[in-house]
């Protein structure tokens, strides 16, 4: 197996100075989803949501198991102050807050394309929604300053949805790309013409771009062994037990050869709690080395690409068109 230093270093140079200049060729050339809801032990969750034909809109607690209920603009801003860091430019901001809606309105519609996506939140971990009482003390002395901006992005983009041939569209949201985004139906199963892979260079220049995890050869084997089941692994020669890891046209795994068996890439991501499905494995000196590139499942919006995208004066507008391409923003 290739030397885990070697690569490693190539990988770290490769970060270092490739995203600068691919960030300047980027810039100048273009002018442009969590654990499912917990259900309701008397019926569907969702039920009184799919239902609702008022403005009113409905999100799962996770703390209290009761379906909530928020005005447009407070789940706007209580959904993008999850997702971004208030820091983040005003036109990245309206960009998230517009696919929060639409992803909500197309999930209502449409009902939930994958187990891994979800409507239901959890406040106290700053996911998917806040309060305003909760973004009080998640931004401390900042709050006022913050929250008048976030109210100011919402207030503007309140009547706006990104639509796909008349209807809206599913637009799901993650940190940050390995660089290019992924097909819905590399991830999920489901083709979608506008959740195709596109270009975003820029995200190689975040601080969550690059990671490597380290485990035991001991741990390797229990997580192996807890979650797979069926494989017989070589205690004796862990440097056998990884194959050929084929990778997709935008960089994330398809499937990992463990001996004779194939593992999907999202299911070795999902139990080794990897932060991207983009990742290499090395073993070397009896530990085993997950290098891995982004941060989350790669589909759609990269919130950090959006932010270099709006730093560089692009719109909204152009932000959604290019990730999530044949679409068009307007009124709902």
Request: a negative charge.
């Amino acid at each position: 197996m290739k030397s885990f230093i070697c690569v490693f270093a190539l990988l770290l140079s490769v970060n270092i100075f490739v995203p600068a200049i691919y960030y300047q060729v980027y810039n100048g050339t273009h002018s442009i989803l969590s654990p499912a809801a917990t259900p309701n032990p008397d019926g569907d969750p969702f039920a009184q949501m799919q239902s609702s034909t008022d403005t009113q809109y409905y999100l799962y607690n996770l703390e209290t198991q009761e379906m909530d209920r928020f005005d447009l603009i407070s789940f706007l801003v209580g959904s993008a102050a999850c997702e971004m860091p208030a820091s983040y430019e005003d036109e990245a901001i309206k960009a998230q807050m517009i696919a929060c809606h639409s992803y909500y309105l197309y999930c209502r519609e449409n009902g939930l394309p994958d187990d891994d996506l979800n409507l239901s939140y959890d406040e106290s971990h700053m996911q998917k929604y806040a309060s305003k009482k909760r973004l009080k003390e998640f931004w401390g002395s900042s709050f006022d300053e913050y929250y008048e901006k976030f109210l100011r992005c919402a207030n503007e983009v309140q009547s706006l949805v990104v639509k796909y041939k008349g209807d809206v569209a599913l637009t799901p949201y993650y940190a940050v790309s390995c660089g290019m985004t992924q097909s819905s139906e590399k991830e999920w199963g489901t083709a979608l013409d506008y959740l195709v892979p596109v270009e975003s260079g820029s995200d190689a220049l975040s601080d969550s771009y690059l990671k490597v995890t380290v485990y035991t050869v001991q741990e390797m084997y229990d997580r192996f062994m807890l979650n797979f089941a069926g494989l017989e692994l070589d205690m004796e020669n862990p440097d056998e037990w990884i194959g050929d890891i084929n990778y997709n046209q935008s960089g994330y795994v398809d499937t990992v050869e463990i001996y004779d068996s194939k593992i999907r890439g999202r299911d070795f991501r999902k139990y080794f709690q990897l932060p991207s499905g983009c990742f290499m494995v090395f073993f070397e000196d009896d530990k085993f080395s997950i290098a891995t590139k982004g941060y989350g499942h790669g589909v759609g919006l990269s919130q950090f690409g959006a932010n270099c995208m709006a730093e560089d004066g692009k719109s909204f507008e152009e932000i959604l068109n290019h990730y999530f391409p044949h679409t068009i923003v307007s009124a709902l």
